[in-house]
């Protein structure tokens, strides 16, 4: 086996810590043969589709490569921003502002951004770091849910480039965070913030991501950490057990998935009466087409068509600064002993609704 040349530090060459942040990933542009790359990557990975190979490949090229991509990629198009893919756009801005807020606590780390599939790809992303010096390397996927699919997939991406380099560097990985206090207070104060400039709905929907059925029957831990999460955000906001539920999206094959379906649960809810439903998605914490085109426009348009009158997406937390605060003490807490500080200030309180204020919300104790 060959391994790839790096040249060793000099003997008084600062060890330097790196930050990865990891994302799923996007096509590179809203056309059907950059959609058909993306989708050929992401579904050719044996922890995506538990498939075997000699029966999923012959579907993946023969029929879901040449259906899928003219279709996904008009989805795409019609949410595409000026900067790109929003799941892109909005991950740069999270990790920029991450670079940023470590600076300020005057901790000296170099921060990149990879996504799992497509670009900025994870070996560029971990070559970019150990050109900056990083001889430690955390590996921060921004999945709070843990996922033999996402987290784990990642875990293999960065072991598969580190089994190609001679001088590998030190990692460490954040598996999880769905109960990290943080990440809820930021969840919280970012419905607070939206009910109080919009008002509230009569139901609070969590949709998060599915997954098959059989993926939690062989032992994945990804729908008790939902449901953790759901619980403790309904917590933090005061609702009572009705006035919130955890659903799930992006279902794909014939398999059974993860229930209750996040858009004929919406159908449901209209046809018994209610009308107005606010939808957030904890599971992703930046804007993509799973929560910008899946539930803003086509679940927006089920709840309507059956009845509904209202149905409000909140934004994801993007770069909303109480989530990015909480994603540097997520990230210097697995950093412990790792970090030379250089001065700079503490972090400072979150910012944001009071989330004492929570029951006093017009509608919270309905």
């Known amino acids: 086996m060959r391994f ?14 790196g930050l990865l942040l990891v994302n799923l990933g996007t096509p590179d542009a809203p056309t059907p043969a950059a959609v058909r790359r993306y989708l050929a990557e992401f579904l ?10 000699a029966v999923w490949l012959p579907i993946l090229y023969g029929l879901v490569l040449t259906l899928r991509p003219r279709e996904a990629a008009a989805r795409y198009a019609s949410i595409w921003m000026p900067e790109g893919s929003p799941l892109l756009a909005w991950s740069r801005r999270q990790s920029e502002s991450l670079a940023r807020e470590l600076s300020g606590r005057g901790l000296g780390v170099e921060v990149a951004l990879a996504m799992r599939y497509g670009n900025p790809s994870m070996a560029d992303s971990i070559g970019a770091l150990r050109d900056a010096g990083c001889e ?7 999945y709070p849910q843990y996922a033999a699919s996402t987290t784990a997939s990642v875990f293999d991406a960065v072991g598969e480039r580190l089994a190609q380099l001679r001088n590998a560097p030190e990692i460490r990985y954040v598996r999880q965070f769905h109960d990290d206090p943080g990440y809820i207070e930021a969840m919280a104060a970012r419905i607070l913030e939206f009910w109080q400039h919009n008002g509230r709905g009569q139901k609070l929907v969590l949709s998060f991501h599915g997954l098959p059925k059989r993926s939690i029957a062989q032992g994945d831990p990804y729908y008790d950490q939902c449901q953790e999460t759901g619980r403790l955000l309904a917590g933090k906001l005061g609702l009572y057990a009705e006035q919130v539920e955890v659903t799930f999206q992006s279902r794909f094959g014939a398999a059974e998935w993860l229930q209750p379906y996040t858009e004929p649960r919406l159908k449901e809810l209209a046809k018994a009466g209610v009308t107005d439903v606010d939808v957030f ?11 910008l085109e899946e539930i803003a426009v086509q ?15 909140i934004p994801a937390l993007n770069d909303f600064a109480p989530w990015i605060r909480a994603l540097a003490d997520l990230a210097e807490r697995h950093m412990q002993g790792w970090t030379t500080r250089t001065g700079g200030r503490r972090p400072a309180a979150a910012e944001g609704p009071d989330l004492r204020e929570s029951a006093l919300l017009p509608g919270a104790a309905d």
């Open 136 to 142: 430690r390397i955390l590996v921060l996927p921004l």
């Open 4 to 17: 790839l040349p790096e040249p060793s530090p000099p003997a008084d060459h600062p060890t330097r810590t």
């Open 44 to 53: 050719s990975d044996p922890r995506v589709v538990e498939i075997p190979r």
């Open 281 to 291: 998605c904890p599971g992703f914490v930046a804007d993509c087409i799973e929560t």
């Open 299 to 313: 679940g927006k348009e089920a709840f309507l068509l059956a009845g509904g009158r209202q149905l409000r997406y």
